[in-house]
């Protein structure tokens, strides 16, 4: 799929040599990118691929730790601590009266 020696050319224009071993990674490569370039067609919902797919669109996935809480001050948790408690309580006493 890959022409051999057009990537050995731009390898080499770089002061790089190119071994046999990894034309395979190349092409295994090749193919990740050529799937991402499908996937960015279809999300757009075409089936045509055009040069605005041709972009590796990456994710930010933000994940909280608990060094987020370096910011809020202690007293903030002691509160919802006991809000949180005086809201499990009522909700116990709310159910017990609904069973009756």
């Given at each position: 799929?890959?022409?051999?020696?057009?990537?050995?050319?731009?390898?080499?224009?770089?002061g790089?040599?190119?071994?046999?071993?990894?034309?395979?990674?190349?092409?295994?490569?090749?193919?990740?990118?050529?799937?991402?370039?499908?996937?960015?067609?279809?999300?757009?919902?075409?089936k045509?691929?055009?040069?605005?797919?041709?972009?590796?669109?990456?994710?930010?996935?933000?994940k909280?730790?608990?060094?987020?809480?370096v910011?809020l001050k202690?007293?903030?948790?002691?509160?919802?601590?006991?809000?949180?408690?005086?809201?499990?309580?009522q909700?116990?006493?709310?159910?017990r009266?609904?069973?009756?």
């Amino acid at each position: 799929m890959i022409q051999k020696s057009k990537v050995k050319k731009h390898i080499n224009a770089k002061g790089l040599s190119l071994s046999a071993k990894s034309i395979e990674s190349l092409e295994r490569c090749f193919m990740e990118v050529l799937d991402n370039i499908c996937l960015n067609t279809t999300e757009d919902g075409m089936k045509t691929v055009m040069p605005k797919h041709c972009v590796n669109k990456t994710k930010t996935v933000v994940k909280k730790t608990p060094n987020d809480r370096v910011n809020l001050k202690p007293e903030f948790y002691k509160l919802a601590m006991s809000i949180q408690s005086f809201c499990a309580e009522q909700a116990v006493i709310m159910s017990r009266q609904v069973k009756g």
